[in-house]
């Protein structure tokens, strides 16, 4: 058997340190997080650039699945915090892999964050959220799996105390942000498969950052022919 470790990746920078520089240690917030409503973070019409003061199109995650690198899609539709749990949130999309797409169900559940003692803004604070992900393909399709994995989300905080996708300095190239390393495992077989992802620089790769129209459809739709596996 095979293993898979499948990462994908949203388009957008992070602020990152100058080279050779060393931030202090960041401060525990997970209780704090707690009050927030995380889910723009992870799905969203439109992306506020803190430098530029305008908006973008949200980017779509990039990825790749597979020990051959192949192209992997994937479109949350859905993303909503748990009125009885404030740290899990209840997501729904759609995943390709060539030809085949699926519809998915699973929850994205925060388990630490983190808040900057520096910020590479000084109208912001700077912070990381660290997930755990579980998604569920339809078990019914052909070629369907479940993700288990972990997410990583820069963040900032605004003097109102308003949370936001960090996009500070987010023109620069390797700057990435909503980093997912998880593991996809067929239901029919058992089988894994090794996958990696990588994203450097926001605008140089724009537009390619919109989901297929298959998939930005709300629409529920049948897995098409073709294989992940």
């Given amino acids: 058997m095979f293993q898979k470790t499948c990462l994908f990746l949203i388009l957008v920078p992070a602020s990152v340190l100058s080279a050779g520089a060393q931030k202090p240690a ?10 927030y409503d995380l889910s723009r973070l992870w799905r969203a019409d439109s992306l506020f650039d803190q430098e530029e003061k305008k908006n973008f199109v949200f980017p779509e995650p990039l990825g790749f699945i597979g020990d ?3 192209r992997f899609f994937i479109h949350y539709t859905s993303v909503r915090k748990n009125p009885q749990n404030p740290y899990e949130y209840i997501v729904a999309g759609k995943t390709r892999v060539k030809n085949t797409i699926l519809p998915f169900t699973g929850k994205i559940t925060v388990k630490r964050a983190t808040l900057d003692r520096e910020s590479d803004d000084p109208m912001y604070r700077q912070g990381t959220v660290y997930a755990e ?6 078990s019914v399709a052909a070629a369907s799996g479940s993700f288990q994995g972990q997410l990583v989300t820069s963040c900032c905080i605004d003097k109102k105390g308003r949370i936001a996708y960090d996009a500070i300095m987010m023109v620069a190239d390797g700057y990435s942000n909503n980093q997912c390393t998880a593991v996809w495992k067929s239901y029919r077989t058992g089988a894994t498969k090794n996958a990696t992802g990588e994203i450097s620089g926001y605008r140089k790769a724009e537009s390619s950052t919109t989901a297929p129209a298959n998939l930005r459809s709300t629409k529920s739709m049948s897995a098409l022919a073709g294989s992940r596996m």
Avoid: G
């Fill in 68 to 70: 051959n690198f192949q």
């Fill in 133 to 138: 992900v579980r998604l569920f393909e339809d």
């Fill in 26 to 35: 960041a401060a525990d917030y997970y209780k704090a997080i707690a009050k």
